[in-house]
Protein backbone atom coordinates (compact mmCIF):
# COMPACT_ATOMS: atom_id res chain seq x y z
CA UNK A 1 0.00 0.00 0.00
CA UNK A 2 1.40 3.12 -1.33
CA UNK A 3 -1.12 6.01 -0.35
CA UNK A 4 0.49 6.65 3.25
CA UNK A 5 4.15 7.04 4.07
CA UNK A 6 6.19 8.79 6.81
CA UNK A 7 8.90 10.87 5.24
CA UNK A 8 11.96 11.69 7.16
CA UNK A 9 14.15 14.95 6.18
CA UNK A 10 17.59 14.14 6.89
CA UNK A 11 18.50 17.32 5.56
CA UNK A 12 16.88 19.49 7.69
CA UNK A 13 18.25 16.59 10.63
CA UNK A 14 21.77 17.96 9.47
CA UNK A 15 20.07 21.74 9.87
CA UNK A 16 19.22 21.27 13.06
CA UNK A 17 22.45 19.94 13.91
CA UNK A 18 24.66 22.88 12.63
CA UNK A 19 22.35 25.07 14.53
CA UNK A 20 22.26 23.33 17.68
CA UNK A 21 26.30 22.99 17.68
CA UNK A 22 26.87 26.74 16.88
CA UNK A 23 25.31 26.71 20.52
CA UNK A 24 27.56 25.41 22.02
CA UNK A 25 30.68 26.86 23.92
CA UNK A 26 33.83 25.36 22.38
CA UNK A 27 34.96 21.77 23.92
CA UNK A 28 31.58 20.56 24.19
CA UNK A 29 30.86 17.74 22.33
CA UNK A 30 27.21 16.75 20.93
CA UNK A 31 25.44 13.43 22.30
CA UNK A 32 23.07 12.40 19.59
CA UNK A 33 20.02 10.32 21.48
CA UNK A 34 18.18 8.47 19.16
CA UNK A 35 16.30 6.38 21.88
CA UNK A 36 13.03 5.36 20.44
CA UNK A 37 13.66 4.61 17.22
CA UNK A 38 14.96 8.11 16.94
CA UNK A 39 11.79 9.70 18.78
CA UNK A 40 10.28 7.44 15.70
CA UNK A 41 12.30 8.72 13.22
CA UNK A 42 14.55 5.86 12.27
CA UNK A 43 17.07 5.39 14.15
CA UNK A 44 19.87 3.76 12.03
CA UNK A 45 19.50 5.71 9.43
CA UNK A 46 19.59 8.60 11.56
CA UNK A 47 22.89 7.70 13.65
CA UNK A 48 24.72 7.40 10.01
CA UNK A 49 23.82 11.19 8.53
CA UNK A 50 24.37 12.30 11.93
CA UNK A 51 27.70 10.87 12.11
CA UNK A 52 27.97 11.72 8.49
CA UNK A 53 27.66 15.22 10.17
CA UNK A 54 30.26 15.11 13.03
CA UNK A 55 28.39 13.03 15.51
CA UNK A 56 30.57 11.09 17.78
CA UNK A 57 28.45 9.83 20.75
CA UNK A 58 24.96 8.36 20.53
CA UNK A 59 22.82 7.72 23.49
CA UNK A 60 19.92 5.26 23.81
CA UNK A 61 17.87 4.21 26.23
CA UNK A 62 18.33 -0.10 26.32
CA UNK A 63 21.25 -2.48 25.64
CA UNK A 64 19.17 -3.83 22.24
CA UNK A 65 19.15 -0.50 20.98
CA UNK A 66 23.15 -0.32 21.15
CA UNK A 67 23.51 -3.90 19.62
CA UNK A 68 21.47 -2.66 16.64
CA UNK A 69 23.43 0.30 16.78
CA UNK A 70 26.67 -1.72 16.97
CA UNK A 71 25.39 -4.02 13.90
CA UNK A 72 24.49 -1.13 11.48
CA UNK A 73 28.21 -0.31 11.94
CA UNK A 74 28.47 2.56 14.22
CA UNK A 75 31.53 2.36 15.72
CA UNK A 76 31.25 5.66 18.11
CA UNK A 77 30.76 5.65 21.98
CA UNK A 78 26.72 4.27 22.76
CA UNK A 79 25.51 5.23 26.32
CA UNK A 80 23.06 2.98 27.78
CA UNK A 81 20.64 5.47 29.50
CA UNK A 82 18.72 3.09 31.52
CA UNK A 83 21.50 0.76 32.21
CA UNK A 84 21.38 -3.15 31.70
CA UNK A 85 20.16 -6.42 33.95
CA UNK A 86 22.53 -8.82 35.26
CA UNK A 87 21.58 -10.57 32.62
CA UNK A 88 23.18 -8.66 29.66
CA UNK A 89 26.63 -7.91 31.49
CA UNK A 90 28.10 -10.28 28.89
CA UNK A 91 26.55 -8.59 25.82
CA UNK A 92 27.34 -5.25 26.71
CA UNK A 93 31.15 -6.32 27.40
CA UNK A 94 31.55 -7.34 24.46
CA UNK A 95 29.93 -5.12 22.39
CA UNK A 96 31.45 -2.35 24.20
CA UNK A 97 29.09 0.36 25.34
CA UNK A 98 29.28 2.77 28.03
CA UNK A 99 26.54 1.15 30.42
CA UNK A 100 24.75 3.64 33.06
CA UNK A 101 25.34 2.25 36.31
CA UNK A 102 23.67 3.93 39.54
CA UNK A 103 23.33 0.48 42.37
CA UNK A 104 26.21 -0.84 43.98
CA UNK A 105 25.43 -4.23 43.21
CA UNK A 106 25.33 -3.95 39.90
CA UNK A 107 28.03 -2.33 39.34
CA UNK A 108 29.90 -4.63 41.40
CA UNK A 109 28.76 -7.71 39.08
CA UNK A 110 30.37 -5.65 35.97
CA UNK A 111 33.65 -5.29 37.49
CA UNK A 112 33.65 -8.68 38.53
CA UNK A 113 32.58 -9.53 34.79
CA UNK A 114 34.72 -7.59 33.11
CA UNK A 115 37.60 -8.73 35.44
CA UNK A 116 36.97 -12.58 34.33
CA UNK A 117 37.63 -11.54 30.76
CA UNK A 118 40.45 -9.26 31.37
CA UNK A 119 38.89 -6.20 30.63
CA UNK A 120 38.14 -2.70 32.20
CA UNK A 121 34.00 -1.78 31.70
CA UNK A 122 33.21 1.75 30.71
CA UNK A 123 30.61 3.06 32.95
CA UNK A 124 28.91 6.50 33.31
CA UNK A 125 27.20 7.37 36.68
CA UNK A 126 23.83 8.70 36.76
CA UNK A 127 23.07 10.74 39.48
CA UNK A 128 19.63 12.03 40.71
CA UNK A 129 19.73 15.77 41.39
CA UNK A 130 16.21 16.58 42.02
CA UNK A 131 14.22 14.82 39.55
CA UNK A 132 13.61 11.42 42.02
CA UNK A 133 13.19 8.88 38.81
CA UNK A 134 16.84 7.28 37.81
CA UNK A 135 20.03 7.87 39.19
CA UNK A 136 22.16 7.76 42.80
CA UNK A 137 20.46 9.96 44.99
CA UNK A 138 22.32 13.16 45.31
CA UNK A 139 23.04 12.49 49.13
CA UNK A 140 24.36 8.86 48.45
CA UNK A 141 26.34 10.24 45.27
CA UNK A 142 29.68 11.35 46.70
CA UNK A 143 29.69 7.57 49.03
CA UNK A 144 28.58 5.97 45.62
CA UNK A 145 32.04 7.44 43.78
CA UNK A 146 33.96 6.13 45.97
CA UNK A 147 32.74 2.64 46.11
CA UNK A 148 32.66 2.62 41.69
CA UNK A 149 35.71 4.44 41.98
CA UNK A 150 37.52 1.47 43.91
CA UNK A 151 36.06 -1.05 41.61
CA UNK A 152 39.02 -2.59 39.64
CA UNK A 153 37.28 -3.67 36.75
CA UNK A 154 35.44 -0.25 36.16
CA UNK A 155 36.29 3.01 34.56
CA UNK A 156 34.38 5.49 35.39
CA UNK A 157 34.48 7.99 32.17
CA UNK A 158 31.56 9.36 32.96
CA UNK A 159 28.81 11.15 35.59
CA UNK A 160 25.62 12.79 34.64
CA UNK A 161 22.41 14.02 35.99
CA UNK A 162 19.39 15.53 34.06
CA UNK A 163 17.22 18.27 34.35
CA UNK A 164 13.67 17.72 35.57
CA UNK A 165 12.07 21.23 34.57
CA UNK A 166 14.85 23.12 32.11
CA UNK A 167 11.86 23.41 29.74
CA UNK A 168 9.78 26.25 31.73
CA UNK A 169 11.22 29.55 32.53
CA UNK A 170 8.86 30.55 35.14
CA UNK A 171 11.22 31.97 38.12
CA UNK A 172 10.59 29.35 40.43
CA UNK A 173 11.33 26.58 37.48
CA UNK A 174 14.49 28.69 37.23
CA UNK A 175 15.80 28.32 40.50
CA UNK A 176 14.45 24.87 40.76
CA UNK A 177 17.06 24.19 36.98
CA UNK A 178 19.79 26.02 38.95
CA UNK A 179 19.65 24.19 41.99
CA UNK A 180 19.79 20.65 40.22
CA UNK A 181 22.88 22.46 38.54
CA UNK A 182 24.27 23.15 41.76
CA UNK A 183 24.33 20.28 43.37
CA UNK A 184 25.61 18.55 39.95
CA UNK A 185 28.26 20.94 40.63
CA UNK A 186 29.17 19.52 43.30
CA UNK A 187 29.32 16.08 42.51
CA UNK A 188 31.69 17.17 40.04
CA UNK A 189 34.29 18.59 42.45
CA UNK A 190 34.08 15.65 43.96
CA UNK A 191 35.01 13.17 41.37
CA UNK A 192 37.53 15.39 40.21
CA UNK A 193 39.31 15.53 44.10
CA UNK A 194 38.97 11.99 44.10
CA UNK A 195 40.36 11.74 41.01
CA UNK A 196 38.39 9.54 38.86
CA UNK A 197 39.14 9.27 35.41
CA UNK A 198 35.87 11.22 34.25
CA UNK A 199 36.56 12.70 30.71
CA UNK A 200 32.69 13.42 30.42
CA UNK A 201 30.54 15.18 32.78
CA UNK A 202 27.35 16.01 30.96
CA UNK A 203 23.41 17.01 32.29
CA UNK A 204 22.29 19.08 29.09
CA UNK A 205 19.23 18.27 27.28
CA UNK A 206 17.69 19.54 24.44
CA UNK A 207 16.37 22.46 26.51
CA UNK A 208 19.97 23.19 28.46
CA UNK A 209 22.32 23.07 25.30
CA UNK A 210 19.77 25.66 24.30
CA UNK A 211 18.94 27.79 26.98
CA UNK A 212 21.69 27.30 29.70
CA UNK A 213 25.33 27.23 28.34
CA UNK A 214 26.75 27.32 31.78
CA UNK A 215 24.84 23.50 32.43
CA UNK A 216 27.41 22.42 28.38
CA UNK A 217 30.25 20.83 30.19
CA UNK A 218 31.71 18.33 28.13
CA UNK A 219 29.14 16.55 26.30
CA UNK A 220 25.44 18.00 25.97
CA UNK A 221 22.99 15.43 25.45
CA UNK A 222 19.52 16.61 22.56
CA UNK A 223 17.11 15.07 21.51
CA UNK A 224 13.95 16.63 20.49
CA UNK A 225 15.59 19.81 19.03
CA UNK A 226 17.71 17.61 16.49
CA UNK A 227 14.16 16.06 14.92
CA UNK A 228 13.28 19.61 15.13
CA UNK A 229 10.92 19.61 17.70
CA UNK A 230 10.69 22.45 20.55
CA UNK A 231 11.19 21.31 24.00
CA UNK A 232 8.30 23.80 24.99
CA UNK A 233 6.23 26.61 23.95
CA UNK A 234 9.35 28.67 25.53
CA UNK A 235 11.62 27.83 23.00
CA UNK A 236 9.54 28.42 19.44
CA UNK A 237 11.30 31.80 18.87
CA UNK A 238 14.61 31.31 20.21
CA UNK A 239 16.11 29.03 17.51
CA UNK A 240 15.54 28.07 14.03
CA UNK A 241 14.60 24.34 14.04
CA UNK A 242 12.95 22.57 11.17
CA UNK A 243 10.99 19.63 11.58
CA UNK A 244 12.23 16.20 10.43
CA UNK A 245 9.20 14.27 10.53
CA UNK A 246 6.04 14.59 7.54
CA UNK A 247 3.17 12.23 7.74
CA UNK A 248 1.18 11.95 4.58
CA UNK A 249 -1.45 9.88 2.54
CA UNK A 250 -4.14 10.59 -0.16
CA UNK A 251 -8.11 10.77 0.01
CA UNK A 252 -9.54 7.32 -0.86
CA UNK A 253 -12.96 8.32 -1.54
CA UNK A 254 -15.42 11.73 -1.49
CA UNK A 255 -18.85 12.14 -0.97
CA UNK A 256 -21.14 15.25 -0.85
CA UNK A 257 -23.96 14.67 1.83
CA UNK A 258 -26.61 16.94 2.47
CA UNK A 259 -27.37 19.20 5.78
CA UNK A 260 -28.28 17.48 9.07
CA UNK A 261 -26.08 14.27 8.41
CA UNK A 262 -24.03 12.34 10.87
CA UNK A 263 -20.32 11.37 10.55
CA UNK A 264 -18.41 8.40 11.61
CA UNK A 265 -18.85 6.60 14.82
CA UNK A 266 -20.68 7.37 17.80
CA UNK A 267 -22.25 10.12 15.75
CA UNK A 268 -20.82 12.72 17.31
CA UNK A 269 -20.51 14.75 14.28
CA UNK A 270 -23.76 16.64 12.39
CA UNK A 271 -23.75 18.33 9.18
CA UNK A 272 -24.73 22.11 9.25
CA UNK A 273 -25.08 22.36 5.93
CA UNK A 274 -24.27 20.31 2.58
CA UNK A 275 -20.44 18.70 2.90
CA UNK A 276 -18.17 17.18 1.24
CA UNK A 277 -16.04 14.64 3.10
CA UNK A 278 -12.84 12.91 2.30
CA UNK A 279 -12.10 9.46 3.51
CA UNK A 280 -8.46 9.11 4.32
CA UNK A 281 -6.89 5.34 5.05
CA UNK A 282 -4.94 6.24 8.41
CA UNK A 283 -6.24 6.35 11.63
CA UNK A 284 -5.36 5.85 15.47
CA UNK A 285 -3.22 2.44 14.32
CA UNK A 286 -1.13 4.57 12.71
CA UNK A 287 -0.01 6.82 15.56
CA UNK A 288 -2.94 9.75 14.74
CA UNK A 289 -4.32 9.96 18.34
CA UNK A 290 -8.46 9.32 18.82
CA UNK A 291 -8.30 12.28 21.06
CA UNK A 292 -7.81 14.02 17.72
CA UNK A 293 -11.31 13.61 16.98
CA UNK A 294 -13.39 16.86 15.45
CA UNK A 295 -10.45 18.69 16.59
CA UNK A 296 -7.27 18.87 14.25
CA UNK A 297 -6.37 20.04 10.71
CA UNK A 298 -5.00 18.47 7.69
CA UNK A 299 -3.63 20.28 4.43
CA UNK A 300 -5.46 19.25 1.08
CA UNK A 301 -3.97 21.26 -2.12
CA UNK A 302 -2.47 23.49 0.57
CA UNK A 303 -5.64 24.56 2.24
CA UNK A 304 -6.25 23.66 6.50
CA UNK A 305 -9.52 21.30 6.68
CA UNK A 306 -10.78 19.90 9.39
CA UNK A 307 -11.04 16.48 10.73
CA UNK A 308 -14.83 15.85 11.40
CA UNK A 309 -15.89 13.10 13.06
CA UNK A 310 -13.99 10.53 15.46
CA UNK A 311 -10.59 9.26 14.48
CA UNK A 312 -11.13 5.76 13.43
CA UNK A 313 -8.92 2.20 13.41
CA UNK A 314 -7.95 2.89 10.37
CA UNK A 315 -9.55 5.80 8.72
CA UNK A 316 -10.45 9.66 8.87
CA UNK A 317 -12.98 12.09 7.40
CA UNK A 318 -12.28 15.39 6.66
CA UNK A 319 -14.66 18.39 5.92
CA UNK A 320 -13.10 19.11 2.17
CA UNK A 321 -15.90 21.22 1.34
CA UNK A 322 -14.34 24.28 0.66
CA UNK A 323 -11.34 23.05 -1.58
CA UNK A 324 -11.96 23.64 -5.08
CA UNK A 325 -11.21 20.90 -7.47
CA UNK A 326 -10.45 18.21 -4.69
CA UNK A 327 -10.35 14.97 -5.90
CA UNK A 328 -9.81 10.57 -4.74
CA UNK A 329 -5.84 10.90 -5.05
CA UNK A 330 -5.32 14.32 -3.47
CA UNK A 331 -2.38 14.23 -1.21
CA UNK A 332 -3.14 14.51 2.40
CA UNK A 333 -0.73 16.07 4.70
CA UNK A 334 -1.48 15.06 8.43
CA UNK A 335 2.27 15.85 10.11
CA UNK A 336 4.63 18.80 7.79
CA UNK A 337 3.85 20.75 4.86
CA UNK A 338 2.23 21.49 1.81
CA UNK A 339 2.34 24.80 -0.41
CA UNK A 340 2.75 27.74 2.24
CA UNK A 341 1.11 25.14 5.29
CA UNK A 342 2.16 23.48 8.26
CA UNK A 343 1.44 21.40 10.56
CA UNK A 344 3.47 20.81 13.24
CA UNK A 345 3.84 17.98 15.93
CA UNK A 346 3.76 21.02 18.42
CA UNK A 347 0.03 21.92 17.04
CA UNK A 348 -0.98 18.16 17.57
CA UNK A 349 0.49 18.18 21.08
CA UNK A 350 -1.81 20.85 21.80
CA UNK A 351 -4.96 19.40 20.39
CA UNK A 352 -4.41 16.24 22.38
CA UNK A 353 -3.56 17.29 25.87
CA UNK A 354 0.37 16.01 24.86
CA UNK A 355 4.25 16.93 24.08
CA UNK A 356 5.46 16.57 21.09
CA UNK A 357 7.99 14.11 22.15
CA UNK A 358 4.90 11.56 22.30
CA UNK A 359 3.54 12.89 18.57
CA UNK A 360 6.70 11.83 16.83
CA UNK A 361 7.58 8.82 18.85
CA UNK A 362 3.66 7.38 17.89
CA UNK A 363 2.94 9.17 14.31
CA UNK A 364 6.52 7.69 13.65
CA UNK A 365 5.76 3.84 15.08
CA UNK A 366 6.87 1.20 12.48
CA UNK A 367 5.47 2.35 9.47
CA UNK A 368 6.94 2.51 5.90
CA UNK A 369 9.34 5.35 5.98
CA UNK A 370 11.03 6.97 3.22
CA UNK A 371 14.23 9.28 3.90
CA UNK A 372 14.66 12.15 1.95
CA UNK A 373 18.16 13.86 1.58
CA UNK A 374 20.07 15.88 -0.94
CA UNK A 375 21.93 13.01 -1.24
CA UNK A 376 19.55 10.18 -2.18
CA UNK A 377 16.43 8.97 -1.04
CA UNK A 378 15.93 5.61 0.37
CA UNK A 379 13.16 3.13 1.92
C1 LIG B 1 15.75 11.48 26.47
C2 LIG B 1 16.89 12.03 27.19
C3 LIG B 1 17.56 13.17 26.72
C4 LIG B 1 17.07 14.01 25.56
O1 LIG B 1 16.09 14.91 26.00
P1 LIG B 1 15.42 15.99 25.01
O2 LIG B 1 14.51 16.77 25.86
O3 LIG B 1 14.70 15.19 23.97
O4 LIG B 1 16.52 16.77 24.41
C5 LIG B 1 18.71 13.55 27.38
N1 LIG B 1 19.17 12.86 28.46
C6 LIG B 1 18.53 11.77 28.95
C7 LIG B 1 19.06 11.08 30.14
C8 LIG B 1 17.36 11.33 28.34
O5 LIG B 1 16.74 10.26 28.83
Given at each position: ?5 I ?14 K ?6 T ?17 V???L ?18 LRN?GI ?7 L????S???Q????D????V?R ?17 A ?17 K??F ?26 L????R??T ?5 R?TE ?8 D?P ?9 A???E ?6 H??R??I ?16 L ?10 I????I?S ?7 R ?15 G????Y?R ?13 R ?13 L???G??N??V???V ?10 I?A?E ?5 N ?5 I??SI ?5 K ?10
Amino acid sequence: MTWTRIEIDLDALAHNYKVLKKRLSRPTEIMAIVKSDAYGHGMIPVARRLRSEGVKYFGVSKLWEAVELRNAGIREPILVLLGIESSEIEQALENDVLVTVYRKELAREISEKALKHGKRARVHVKVDTGMNRLGVPFKSSFDFLDYVGRLEGLEVVGVFSHFAVADELTEEDRSFTIRQLERFTEVVRYAKKIDLPVSHFHMANSAGLIEIPSAHFHIVRPGIALYGGYPSGYFTNTIDLKQVMSFKTKIIHLKKIPSGEFVGYGRTYVTGRETVIATIPVGYDDGYSRLLSSKSEVLVRGKRVPVVGRVSMNMITLDVSGVPNVSVGDEVVLLGRQGGEKISAEELAEQCNTINYEIFCSIGGLKPKVFISSRGTSS
